[in-house]
């Protein structure tokens, strides 16, 4: 019955309004405007130019004051409060050429809208004003260009020799995290040793992989530089870090990387934020299948020394999964039960 | 006289009243038809309503992200198992999107804009009487005819169409065990494109070898339209990039079905390490973008034609500076091959490269600018009739400004850190390329429905449907940018499984409201376009006062165009308003000799010296 209802009132309706087009159309035959090149409509055409023009920029004033509190998450990294402020000088060179140009443009369909006994100015070019706004241009985005260029050379610049290491592995659908242990090295890895315990593929013949351990979280010490190593072991992904500033594609078949230095421990960034419970978090942003929008993980800051105590305490995954000693080679047995057992020695050693 | 022997047109100022009555069968005359017009109402019919299906799946995915906690069970009728428990099936939104980029880009933007009016305007503009080959013009749109019904077969099948993004990049793309849509839609999505690309090839060839051979006579380059020029150069830059494009399909194809390695390497899926090694998906993304970006500019350029036509028409101007206009169009040509990597910034690409693709891209901006700057300059102490043309035509300038300078920001390599692949790149290029296009394209339907179909389109409904449309793709696609800022990555299900991402729900729920209005209100157009064709009030030769050859026609032009021979051309195509004319208007066919009273200096010393040589 109720669709009855919806059906028939719309069908009603746009009997209506069918009805009204007719009316309509027949008047403005009837009054004969269809005979003059304009009729009434020019002038409101004309006068709803800058007023869409002012009600957009006001509802985009009051707007953006609203909602200025979401807008970029509070950088959390060394090169985000570089890109952060160049976001907002160019942002506000941008918004000056939208607002002198749509100004220029919903005004003079106003200012020159047809009358009959006008005539347009001929005017077909003028070499100086091409010439002006041709060349201020392209000193403005020079200008633009050189600022953005040297931020990117200095985040793309090769890592500090002293950077904290870990390598993430995207799959579908999460992330598994690996950092070099006490050796500070991560153990090489082919992708055909992978399997459902040793998911992004070690290869337990390097010594390097008996002290590598898999946390659940990323930890990371504030003011020290860390170096990502980013893999990808069946489609794309890409690690996204949005308070750092920072995103890299996960590429099967070529390892990627990204650094940058934190500069807020996740305590400090809820006091920031004033959300007590504050996370850094990690999402993938190149399409990755079916749960692409679910490829969340955590990350946490800590003070230098919570850090290394925090590393110091995780098991080596040789350790946790002592299956795969079967996977070392008999002369390294000895090595790999020691290294991987091992916690006494200081990460500061490396 | 058979067809082909009309369509060669070497006797093109031969008289062809003879011909006039010959009635072809129906299946010649509007299926299999050699007629551009006719070819070109094809693309037209076709593009609509690809852009009614493209418009109506953006519909269903904004009610996802609008409404993340809506029952859509009353859906099921229409999607059947995609709807579970009254959701979406995550799945199929990345069906949905990549159907909705995929046929926006390429079958609304691409054959409909530039198949439409390359193919109506260009005999008619250059005063030809037809294509250079009307059979190649006739098997392009066949060739894009089955590209489409593959690719909407595509849509029915039980594991869902092409899912991996409207850029398809392996691996997703080549392995049915990462997600459904791999399977046989990518293989479906593959043909079709690879047939798109015939069709695309065969249509520029044509459109570049009428531009060159077939202009009539004074019909120089420097006397050509803007809307020529730019279907011109935008056929230049088709078949100089969509073979890249049928070649990363191609070596996709052999990834997919004969266990090469171009694109693969390393991969564990499903359980099982694969045997490919050594291909990179970087090369895939390359090969893509190479045709990706100038893609852009094919959609974009034949719009941007069509608005400096309509601009100095209805403005009773010229056009400013018409030779700097022929200037950014080629410049921006050129350098939409030098640009492709801007998409590559964070794909692991080596970071020099990123240097140098930045500056690239920034300097496109200048020619852009300066085509923005001339259509200002053009309305600027104008006469300006607003026609339904020419309020899209405005609206094409505000979108084609607002989305192009956000350009600047995520061209600017560390800047596009952050914002790559959130909703601030959707809406960049959603106002700049997709918005822009499509009010090109409505404009010039608007302005040149009379001379296609003999009728009039009737103007109030057409300022309703600008205003409303104008608002909404603002309403849409303007607040996408807080969204972005914030940091939403697109092609997402759903943000709330994430603290940093829990925001603006209201927002998203207003765009989907405004998304939904918008697309309604182009049912609009579709009464106005369909009634108004058997309804409507008929049409003059030349209803807007046009300069152009193409308003020298009959009302329904036939055959071969013109009735009696093709008008020679004698000036350029913007003398409007000109001083000392009696009319606000000078057709390109009325000769100098004709108006002495408004000719400039140059123009009495030629027509002094045409007279003398006659």
């Known amino acids: 019955m109720n669709t009855i209802i919806i059906v028939g009132s719309s069908l009603l309706i746009l009997g209506i309004l069918f009805l009204l087009f007719r009316v309509q159309s027949l008047m403005s035959i009837l009054t004969g405007s269809t005979k003059k090149r304009v009729d009434g409509s020019n002038s409101i055409n004309a006068i709803l130019f800058p007023i869409f023009f002012i009600s957009g920029l006001v509802a985009v004033y009051f707007y953006s004051g609203y909602a200025s509190e979401f807008f970029l998450p509070k950088p959390a990294s060394e090169h985000g409060v570089v890109t952060d402020k160049l976001f907002w000088f160019i942002t506000w060179v941008i918004i000056v050429a939208f607002v002198l140009t749509n100004s220029m443009l919903f005004y003079f369909p106003y200012k020159y809208q047809y009358r009959a006994d006008r005539k347009a100015h001929f005017y077909p070019d003028n070499h100086k004003l091409e010439l002006i706004w041709t060349v201020i241009p392209a000193i403005v985005l020079t200008s633009l260009v050189f600022f953005g260029w040297r931020a990117w050379t200095d985040i793309t610049s090769p890592a500090p020799k002293d950077a904290v290491v870990l390598e993430i592995t995207g799959k579908q659908f999460n992330w598994i995290v690996r950092y070099p242990g006490k050796d500070g090295k991560l153990g090489s890895y082919n992708f055909k040793l992978i399997d459902a315990t040793n998911e992004v593929g070690m290869d337990f013949s390097d010594k390097s992989s008996f002290d590598d351990f898999l946390p659940r979280e990323i930890h990371i010490p504030k003011g020290k530089p860390v170096l990502f190593k980013i893999r990808a072991r069946d489609v794309l992904h890409s690690v996204f870090l949005p308070h750092f500033r920072q995103k890299m594609d996960a590429v099967p078949g070529m390892p990627t990387s990204f650094w940058f230095t934190p500069i807020y421990t996740t305590d400090e960034m809820k006091g920031i934020t004033n959300n007590p419970s504050f996370k850094y978090e990690l999402a993938c942003t190149e399409v990755c299948g079916k749960g692409h929008f679910g490829m969340k993980f955590l990350l946490v800051v800590d003070e230098p020394e919570d850090f290394d105590k925090w590393y110091e305490q995780q098991e080596a995954f040789l350790k946790k999964n002592p299956e795969y000693l079967t996977n070392v080679p008999s002369e390294l047995k000895e090595l790999a039960l020691g290294s991987s057992n091992n916690s006494q020695n200081k990460l500061s050693s490396f | ?614």
């Not at chain 2, 519909?59 to 099921?76: C, D, H, M, S, T």
């Open chain 2, 1 to 614: 006289m058979s067809i082909s022997t009309l369509a060669q047109v070497a006797d093109a100022h031969v008289d062809h009243d003879e011909h006039e009555h010959e009635e072809l069968p129906f299946i010649r005359k509007y299926i299999f038809s050699e007629d551009h017009k006719t070819i070109a109402k094809q693309f037209l019919i076709s593009g609509l309503i690809w852009a009614v299906l493209g418009g109506g799946m953006s519909v269903i995915f904004r009610l996802q992200l609008g409404f993340p906690g809506a029952n859509l069970e009353w859906l099921k009728p229409i999607l059947g198992t995609w709807i579970q428990n009254g959701k979406i099936d995550p799945e199929f939104y990345l069906a949905l999107v990549t159907m909705h980029g995929t046929i926006m880009v390429f079958f609304v933007l691409t054959a409909g804009l530039s198949g439409t009016f390359s193919n109506f305007l260009i005999p008619l503009q250059i005063g030809a009487r037809d294509m250079a080959s009307g059979f190649l013009n006739m098997l392009s749109y066949w060739f894009f005819f089955v590209s489409s019904m593959l690719m909407f077969v595509s849509l029915f099948i039980e594991t869902g169409p092409a899912a991996g993004g409207w850029v398809i990049y392996p691996p997703l793309s080549a392995l049915p065990q990462a997600i459904k849509g791999s399977g046989l839609g990518m293989t479906l999505w593959l043909c079709s494109m690879a047939i798109f690309i015939v069709s695309s090839l065969l249509g520029s060839i044509n459109y570049i070898t009428t531009v060159i051979n077939l202009r009539t006579k004074g019909m120089a380059f420097t006397r050509l339209p803007l809307t020529i020029w730019a279907f011109f150069i935008t056929a230049v830059i088709g078949v100089l990039s969509f073979p890249v494009l049928f070649s990363a399909a191609l070596l996709l194809i052999f990834d997919r079905s004969f266990g090469t390695s171009f694109y693969l390497s390393e991969i564990y899926i499903g359980g099982e390490a694969l045997h490919n090694v050594g291909g990179s998906p970087l090369l895939f993304q390359h090969l893509f973008w190479f045709l990706g970006h100038p893609e852009v500019y094919i959609v974009l350029l034949p719009a941007l034609g069509i608005t400096s036509e309509i601009i100095a028409t209805n403005s009773r101007k010229p056009i400013f500076g018409y030779r700097a206009m022929i200037g950014s169009i080629l410049g921006i040509a050129f350098l939409s091959f030098i640009v492709w990597a801007h998409h590559m910034f964070v794909t692991g690409m080596n970071p020099f490269l990123g240097s140098v693709f930045m500056f690239l891209t920034l300097i496109i901006a200048v020619p852009s600018a300066v085509k923005a700057f001339n259509y200002i300059a053009t309305m600027w102490r104008g006469n300006i009739v607003f026609t339904p043309a020419m309020l899209f035509s405005i609206g094409l300038v505000s979108l084609f400004i607002s989305g192009g300078l956000t350009g600047i920001i995520l061209g600017n390599s560390a800047l596009d850190i952050q914002l790559h692949d959130t909703y601030y790149v959707v809406a960049h290029f959603h106002l700049v390329m997709g918005s822009a296009s499509f009010f090109g394209f409505m404009a010039g339907v608007y302005h040149w429905f009379p001379k296609m179909f003999g009728k009039m389109l009737d103007e109030r409904l057409g300022y309703i449907h600008f205003w409303l449309t104008f608002a909404g793709v603002y309403l849409v696609f303007f607040p996408m940018h807080y969204i972005g800022i914030a940091g939403f990555p697109r092609r997402y299900y759903s943000f709330t499984s994430y603290d940093a991402f829990s925001t603006f729900s209201d927002l998203n729920a207003f765009i989907s409201i405004a998304a939904i209005v918008t697309f309604a209100g182009q049912f609009i157009f579709g009464f106005n376009f369909f009634y108004s064709m058997f309804k409507g009030r008929r049409a003059t030769e030349n209803p807007w006062s046009s300069n152009t050859l193409e308003w020298t026609t009959p009302v329904n032009p036939g055959h071969g165009n013109w009735v009696g021979a093709v008008p020679e051309v004698h000036r350029w195509p913007y003398d409007y308003s000109k001083p000392g004319a009696a009319d606000d208007f000078i057709p390109q066919n009325v000769p100098l000799a004709a108006t002495p009273e408004s000719n400039l200096p140059h123009e009495e010393e030629e027509a002094k010296r045409l007279l003398a040589a006659v």
